[in-house]
């Protein structure tokens, strides 16, 4: 099937700024469902609040856009009411590790069979370029006139911590990458990962003189090294990409499969 | 066929009311007092194949059901206090995406942590208004076992029927007694299917375009038909859209629906209520005295009734004014600073005929509380 099939042409023009990340993602991710060839039918996009959480809205699947950081709440009801569907939540940053944070650990933890896939920018897009959990210190934002004093999460450090059993980290500019990954968080079997860089020209790039899209794109390139890399290991303050956590752990909707075994038996 | 007859709380008469309606899955949090619900489903549920899950908080359960609720499950969640407080933005979603649920609340002391383990029935008006913005909401509640079942299965009926979140206002006192209850056979009680679209593959389908009858047929998420689910103003197909005249017609379909219903909706009890000259409108584990104090008082003559509510929520405006009109007065006996009886006034011709009797100590109102009460506006002392 061809990728545009998979979009909803009424959705269009779609609501994101010139240059911005999230639509590569779209488009990775589509590449990535085509590569699987999974039904549109069998699968739900789960999203929340956000210009990422808007994504859901533009694929033929069926998608449950959410309330803001809700998203995994609200797919884990729909994964465990019908496992066998493939249940995929793209999510912002602040979405997925501000407001959902709890949620983030607590779905990490279950290692129920989702695909979160983490869209950071690093700000606060729809409202207007705030700082988020992931910007860090030194980051200029709306609400960080004299720069952040915040720390910021490690995503992938933070799912493995919390049980996530695949954990994945690419950039925008590594496109071949995001689908790789992509196909491989979604074939696993448990709660997996991927957390993609990507840049907001609007106001990250703008606050930070961080320059337009393409500048951003070669700040990714430059600013990141492949796991493993001995570019990365001569040079610790470059962020680490690629795959962190890939294990076979027991499945949350499985193991729910035992219980109802073992209560009928009573 | 001899009827199953048991011995439970009123938490598990809910739980028997949930599954009677073929509830199929549960999201919760524990709090006191309607912890006891989550606890039975986590035994009961699996054991149909049905799916229980214990949320990592209030938030997560409501959005869980809501999930669950689109791939095609009747839904429950329960709660009391503040995890009320927490489930209300996503009560508010479940509102404006028309998803169906049930919601029991088991009342306890508030503002804040309160009172945990004693009775109150403060959340009233937070059932009506407790999510933000426009929408109406329906609330039914119970005063003993048999009813807190029939009012359960009520609640999933009108969940389904009306494509909205309902609210099961219970409280401590009823929640936790235990009494008998004799569990209804199958098709003694109307339940009430999701209707779901009878259109096949290929055919365009519209979530939002409501029938002539002004119900929605449903697609269960995973079925053929694909489609937007939001909690944005949205069309007929459930896009988003800013457009002025989609956002008045969803508004008003959302509250019409509802308030344009409220006979099939309301629910009530008369008890003594012929020649009652002296009205007790009454709900929930109060009005259990106040029909105490109305079979005490008719024993000796005097001419008080008690009109039980059981929906609360679209408020039974027309009954109330139709039930209370001939009385001297009218004394609304509930456990709060005065939340129905602000609309029992403002639904009957003499308002300043209308009193309060109420208790908000954490202790059951008792038929002596309310004597006392009456005695007051008879002008006779206690
Ligand atoms: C409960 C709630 N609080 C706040 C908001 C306002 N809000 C909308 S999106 C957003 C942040 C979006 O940032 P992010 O998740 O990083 O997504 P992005 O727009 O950057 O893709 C906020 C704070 C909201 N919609 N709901
Ligand atoms: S504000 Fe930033 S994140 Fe939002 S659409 Fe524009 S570029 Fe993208
Ligand atoms: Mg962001």
Known sequence: MAVQEYIRERFFPQMWCEGCGHGTILNSLLRAIEDLGIAKSDIVMTSGIGCSARISGYVDFHSLHTMHGRALACATGVKMAKPALNVIVPMGDGDALAIGGNHFIHACRRNIDITAIVMNNRIYGMTGGQYSPLSGVGTMATTAPYSSIDNAFDVAELAKAAGATFVARTTTYHVAEAVTYLKKAIQHKGFSVVEIMTQCPTYYGRKNKKGDAVEMLKWFKESTAKLGSKELENNPSLIARGIFADEDKPEYCSEYNKIIERASRR | ?382
Not at chain 2, 47 to 54: C, L, S
């Open chain 2, 1 to 382: 066929m001899t009827k199953e007859i048991r011995f439970v709380q009123g938490n598990e008469a809910c739980v028997e009311g949930a599954l009677y309606a073929g509830c199929s899955f549960f999201a919760g949090y524990p709090i006191t007092p309607s912890t006891e619900i989550a606890e039975l489903l986590a035994a009961r549920l699996p054991q149909h194949g049905g799916t229980f899950i214990q949320m990592e908080d209030e938030i997560a359960a409501m959005s869980a059901i809501i999930g669950a609720s689109l791939t095609g499950n009747k839904v429950l969640t329960a709660t009391s206090g503040p995890g009320f407080s927490l489930k209300q933005e996503a009560i508010g979603y479940a509102c404006m995406a028309e998803v169906p649920c049930v919601v029991a609340n088991v009342q306890r002391g508030g503002p804040s942590t309160g009172n945990p383990t004693h009775v109150a029935q403060g959340d009233i008006n937070q059932a009506r208004w407790g999510t933000h913005g426009d929408h109406s909401i329906i609330a039914l509640t119970a005063s003993n076992h048999q009813d807190i079942f029939k009012m359960t299965v009520d609640a999933f009926n009108l969940a389904e029927t009306y494509r909205t979140p309902v609210i099961l206002l219970f409280d401590e006192a009823v929640g936790h007694l235990r009494a008998k209850l004799e569990i209804p056979t199958e098709g003694e009680l109307d339940v009430v299917d999701r209707l779901r679209t009878s259109l096949p593959e290929g055919v365009n389908y519209h979530p939002y375009l409501p029938r002539e009858d002004g119900r929605l047929p449903m697609s269960d998420f995973g079925d053929s038909h694909r489609y937007n689910v939001t909690g944005l103003f949205h069309d007929m197909w459930g896009f988003p859209t800013a457009d002025p005249t989609s956002i008045n017609d969803l508004l008003h379909h959302l509250v019409d629906k509802i308030e344009n219903n409220v006979a099939d909706i309301t629910r009530y009890k008369e008890h003594f209520m012929d020649d009652a000259q002296y009205v007790l409108v009454s709900y929930g584990s109060s009005a259990r005295s106040a029909i105490h104090l109305a079979t005490e008082r008719r024993a000796r003559g005097e001419r008080l009734g008690v009109l039980e509510l059981q929906s609360i929520w679209p408020f039974p405006k027309e009954l109330i004014r139709e039930k209370c009109d001939g009385a001297r007065a009218v004394l609304v006996c509930e456990m709060n600073m005065g939340q129905v009886v602000e609309h029992v006034r403002a639904a009957v011709r003499k308002p300043n005929r209308v009193f309060l009797a109420n208790r908000v100590d954490g202790k059951l109102i008792t038929p002596l509380d309310i004597k006392k009460f009456l005695r007051m506006i008879q002008g006779r002392g206690a």
